[in-house]
Structure formats: structure tokens, C-alpha cells
């Protein structure tokens, strides 16, 4: 079976920095992709990681580790457009095709 | 354009009501896929489509039936929904695969809340 696992809910306030853990558990593992969703909007790409280490787009920075089968999201100088739900993805390769499949979200609040 | 657009917005349906969702993009993107979204719940992936035809189908019930025209549509055929296929539809695209990034970003529709009666 496929598993993955990101905690619930995290609050924080403005300026400061949440970290978004994913652990994962799944077959044909190609990598980790990070999505962002506000309440009643689409889901919106943020980064990817194919490979181990850190990648930065701008405030946010996403880490892989295929050893640890673990990953993270890291939001930095938090605004208030940051509350939203935030959800790891995982690539896998199987049934000849990619697909992305989610793991349950996070929901961030930010406070002023 | 790097819009992913979906028709209609809003449908409510009875269990015995044909209808159809329709999804379009023009970014000349060649996958394109379907998922459904309860609320608090991520998005599950349905079908996936790449180059027209249909490459993943996750075990979904008959009673929904996807179809892609051409590389710029998608469609999806209800027929004998029930009422826990109430949901959020979402539609989204992605380019070829052929770049490692394409892999990972797919680009999504706002959706079509469906309510079946």
C-alpha cells in the first residue's frame, strides 16, 4: 500500500517560520512535490524534489530525503496569504504512467 | 494563457440526471487528468490522459465516463450518480513528460462542486 503523513494543523504568526514535515511510504517512488490550496481556490504547484536536499523558491524551500522516505516544506517570513492548506505529494510511477498522489494537508493559520 | 477552465461551476443533479463536466486548457499541455475532492479531504486522483488517450483509470465506478476530444478537452460523463458522489470535481493538465519539473507540476482548474439529489 501507499502511505503518507503530515500533521493536521500548525499555527503560527506573522514573520515567523513553520516547517511542514512528510513522511512517506510507497512503491515505484519518483519524488516530492508540494501544493498549495486556499479555501475554495484550485490547488497551485509550489516545488518539487527529485533529487536529496534543499530546494528554495524564494520563501518557501522544500527538502528530500530518500533514505529517511521523509521530506519537508519550509515557509519562512509568514504572511497572512500564507493560511492555507498545504499538501506533500508524492510522484510514483506505476500502471506505465506518473501520477501525483496527495497526502491529507496541513492547514496553516497565520495570526497577526 | 496558463489557465485550466472548467464548466460548469455549480451543478446539482438527481441520481437519475445525465450530465457532463467540461475542462479545457490551451498551454499546449498533452496530460490531463481528473481528481476528486471532498471537503478537508486532498484531491484523489481519478483518470489521467496522455496524448488523448486514457493511461490510469484508479478503480473508478462506470457511472462516471471520462473522454478527451482532442488535446485541449477533457470531459467528464455522469450518469447514476449517488449521493456520496457529491464532491468538488478538479481538472488539471500538465506538459509532456519529457522534463523532470513536468512531472511534478500540474496546473488545476477551480472545479465544478457537483451535488447529487
Known amino acids: 500500500g501507499q502511505s503518507l503523513e503530515q500533521p493536521s494543523e500548525v499555527t503560527a504568526v506573522e514573520g515567523a517560520i513553520v516547517q511542514i514535515n512528510c513522511t512517506y511510504q510507497?512503491?515505484?517512488?519518483?519524488?516530492l512535490s508540494w501544493y498549495q490550496q486556499h479555501d475554495g481556490g484550485a490547488p497551485t504547484f509550489l516545488s518539487y524534489?527529485?533529487?536529496?536536499g534543499l530546494e528554495e523558491t524564494g520563501r518557501f524551500s522544500s527538502f528530500l530525503s530518500r533514505s529517511d522516505s521523509y521530506g519537508y516544506l519550509l515557509l519562512q517570513e509568514l504572511q497572512m496569504k500564507d493560511s492555507a492548506s498545504y499538501f506533500c505529494?508524492?510522484?510514483?510511477?506505476?500502471?506505465?504512467?506518473?501520477?501525483?498522489?496527495f497526502g491529507a494537508g496541513t492547514t496553516v493559520t497565520v495570526r497577526a | 494563457d496558463t489557465e485550466v477552465t472548467q464548466t460548469p461551476k455549480h451543478l446539482v443533479m438527481g441520481m437519475t440526471n445525465k450530465k457532463s463536466l467540461k475542462c479545457e486548457q490551451h498551454?499546449?499541455?498533452?496530460?490531463m487528468y481528473w481528481y476528486k475532492q471532498k471537503a478537508k479531504k486532498p484531491p484523489e486522483l481519478m483518470f489521467v490522459?496522455?496524448?488523448?488517450?486514457?493511461?490510469i483509470n484508479e478503480s473508478v465506478p462506470s457511472r462516471f465516463s471520462p473522454e478527451c476530444p482532442n488535446s485541449s478537452l477533457l470531459n467528464l460523463h455522469l450518469h447514476a450518480l449517488q449521493p456520496e458522489d457529491s464532491a468538488l470535481y478538479l481538472c488539471?493538465?500538465?506538459?509532456?513528460?519529457?522534463?523532470?519539473?513536468?512531472?511534478?507540476?500540474?496546473?488545476f482548474g477551480p472545479g465544478t462542486r457537483l451535488t447529487v439529489t
Open positions: 488539471a493538465s500538465s506538459q509532456d513528460r519529457s522534463a523532470t519539473r513536468n512531472l511534478y507540476e500540474q496546473y
Open positions: 505529494a508524492v510522484v510514483t510511477f506505476r500502471e506505465n504512467d506518473y501520477k501525483l498522489s
Open positions: 510507497t512503491s515505484g517512488f519518483y519524488g
Open positions: 498551454m499546449g499541455h498533452r496530460a
Open positions: 524534489n527529485a533529487l536529496d
Open positions: 490522459y496522455s496524448y488523448e488517450k486514457l493511461s
